[in-house]
């Protein structure tokens, strides 16, 4: 059974940063890995979608990159603003048929002005 | 483009009642639909999937007979939880994906909170 894990929970930086968000997947055989953004209450942003043949996404400040063999995925936000506040969730798509996403905990994001 | 809708936004029952929870793709045909709980600070689950006009498939450990799904067209699927209990109470969302985006691709709704007293 497919787990995933992301790496902090939770994580308080000021403006400015660069950050680094972890997941891990325990099954490598995947179709697509996905990154979203959550607000309190709300539904899920996409970010960013990796193809399992790609190795890197990027949209604006983020990047995603994805490390099939070793079950890995980083999230890179550059320059980090208030507006990113949110938990960011790691998610992914299993081989095997299965259509439904796996997803992490996400990792609580806070941005100090 | 590609935008979901759930309603209502947020529900308080009270323990017995069944409560409906609509999600409707508003501006694509939803081929597949799923749903998804999520309890406080834990990761969303998948509970079922369904394609239009099929019976759902359920996730292991989620009753079929007390999450009833729907999804008689292609931009309507719906979930009825019978009997809601307060164990129930959690945040339901839907994603589709569908005619004209990659197979790949889910688009979420923005959830319902669901509060069984």
């Known amino acids: 059974k497919q787990e995933v894990t992301q790496i902090p929970a939770a994580l308080s930086v000021p403006e400015g940063e660069n950050l680094v968000l972890n997941c891990s997947f325990t099954d490598s055989a995947i179709y697509n890995l996905q990154w979203f953004r959550q607000d309190p209450g709300k539904g899920l942003t996409s970010l960013l979608l990796i193809q399992s043949s790609q190795r890197e996404q990027t949209s604006g400040r983020l990047n995603a990159s994805l490390d099939k063999s070793s079950g890995r995925s980083t999230l890179y936000i550059a320059a980090s603003q208030p507006g990113d506040s949110a938990t960011y969730l790691c998610a992914v798509r299993s081989g095997g048929g299965a259509d439904g996403l796996t997803f992490g905990k996400g990792t609580h994001l806070i941005i100090q002005p | 483009g590609a935008v979901v809708s759930q309603h209502p936004s947020r529900v308080i029952c009270k323990s017995g009642t069944s409560v409906k929870i609509e999600c409707r793709s508003l501006d694509f045909q939803a081929t597949t639909m799923f749903w998804y709980r999520q309890f406080p600070k834990q990761s969303l689950m998948l509970m079922a999937t369904?394609?239009?006009?099929?019976?759902?498939?359920?996730e292991q450990g989620v009753e079929k007979d007390k999450f009833l799904i729907n999804h008689a067209s292609l931009t309507l699927s719906t979930l009825t939880v019978t009997s809601a209990h307060p164990e129930d109470s959690s945040f339901y969302i839907c994603s589709a994906r569908g005619v004209g985006f990659s197979y790949n691709e889910q688009f979420f709704g923005p959830g319902t909170r669901l509060t069984v007293l």
């Open positions: 369904s394609n239009e006009g099929s019976k759902a498939t359920y």
